[in-house]
């Protein structure tokens, strides 16, 4: 199979990488020459790693380095029978790219977009053939994260979509469908991961440390809420919770953080400029090891997660199976939300959410109604049909 990617940047490497190492014939497309030649590199590098930790052998490192060419115009695109665009989170632009491709490649080619926010309806209509436009959202480092989302626009084909999944399903990746909206699975139900973790913090309940701390030792998070957003970076991080605050019509559940956005404008990105919530060029902070307080801000937090993602099910975004394995495989959660939720139990959840609507009268904790429903009934979520 003839597989294109455009954009070299982190992310379109990673995908040519997994393609390649699934058999397929790879064409890496960059309009900047440089910008070709540092991904060719890397993967020299990535792959060399790979022999000597002796995960792969030379030979699979030749196979994998010759099914990929970097190209530098799109006319070498025109024999894909799949095109994935991994560029700038800008809807325009990648509207403008769908719209010329569809004039070089053959009308059985699907094109898809690597977006994690945007609408692909929206991209789809920019295309004459509008059923063979899908989002295929892959998690960085795509190589290793196993998760893939699978986004059918409104205008997509059920054809299409099946090949899309069988394609992804082939080259050794989980599959979650999502239905296309905003911040699809992962980018939706985590938020409150950050945006509650940062309400405990501005309340005076804890500091950053604290809270990370807690959501590590009584959650089992690889990472705490601050940690992980440092990491990612402010200028992603808050500008994807801003994004899905505006995409659902500014819905207090995804509002973002003055504390969050104010050092975006600082410039303080996080680990990339040496200073987000955390200083790197000092010492960090010793957290309060209070395992009572630790235990208000694991639940305070998890049943937020819960809440979204009971909302996601309920809302027919996904299946249950799909949101599950989206949170554990695409962004390392140590169990499925769902399935916690039936751990934790259901009348916990329902309990839990009212007396924080309660105390703050605030929309944002206003419980799903399928947790109230399945608690009045008796029922757990039922997480592999």
Not at 176 to 194: E, S
Not at 196 to 223: C, H, N, P, Q
Not at 273 to 284: M, W
Not at 340 to 358: F, P, R
């Amino acid at each position: 199979m003839n597989i294109a990617i455009i954009g070299s940047g982190t992310m379109g490497s990673g995908i040519a990488q997994v393609a390649a190492t699934a058999g397929c014939a790879v064409k890496l497309f960059d309009l900047n020459q440089d910008a070709l030649a540092k991904s060719k590199k890397a993967l020299e590098t990535t792959l060399s790693k790979l022999v000597e930790k002796e995960k792969i052998d030379a030979d699979e490192k030749s196979r994998i380095q010759n099914s990929i060419s970097y190209v530098n115009s799109l006319n070498d695109l025109s024999d894909s029978d799949l095109v994935i665009e991994a560029i700038v989170e800008n809807l325009e632009v990648k509207r403008k790219v769908f719209s010329e491709l569809e004039t070089l490649v053959s009308e059985n080619t699907i094109l898809a977009s690597n977006t994690s926010s945007l609408s692909i309806a929206s991209i789809a209509a920019s295309c004459k053939k509008p059923e063979r436009v899908i989002g295929i959202h892959f998690f960085n480092p795509a190589p290793l994260m196993q998760l893939v989302e699978v986004i059918p626009a409104v205008q997509t084909s059920e054809e299409v979509l099946q090949k899309s999944v069988q394609i992804i399903s082939d080259w050794k990746k989980v599959v979650a469908v999502a239905k296309d909206t905003p911040g699809f699975i992962v980018n939706r139900v985590a938020r409150p991961f950050y945006s509650e973790s940062l309400r405990i913090y501005e309340e005076g309940v804890a500091d950053f440390a604290t809270i990370d701390w807690a959501l590590k030792t009584i959650g089992g998070f690889r990472m705490g809420p601050f940690e992980l957003m440092d990491m990612i970076g402010h200028d992603v991080n808050y500008i994807v919770t801003a994004t899905v605050f505006t995409a659902f019509y500014f819905d207090p559940k995804f509002k973002p953080s003055f504390t969050q956005k104010r050092l975006l404008e600082a410039g303080f990105l996080g680990r990339k400029s040496g200073r987000g919530f955390y200083d790197y060029c000092q010492e960090l902070p010793v957290p309060k090891e209070d395992l009572a307080l630790a235990k208000s801000i694991f639940e305070r937090v998890i049943v937020m997660l819960i809440n979204e993602a009971a909302d996601t099910f309920f809302l027919n975004i996904a299946s249950a199976k799909d949101i599950d394995n989206a949170m554990t495989k695409g962004v390392n959660y140590p169990k499925g939300l769902l399935a916690w939720a039936n751990e934790l139990g259901i009348n916990w959840c329902v309990e839990k959410l009212d007396e924080l609507y309660n105390e703050y009268h605030e929309d944002r904790y206003r419980c799903s109604p399928i947790l109230r429903r399945m608690a009045r009934e008796g029922k757990k979520f039922l997480i592999n049909e």
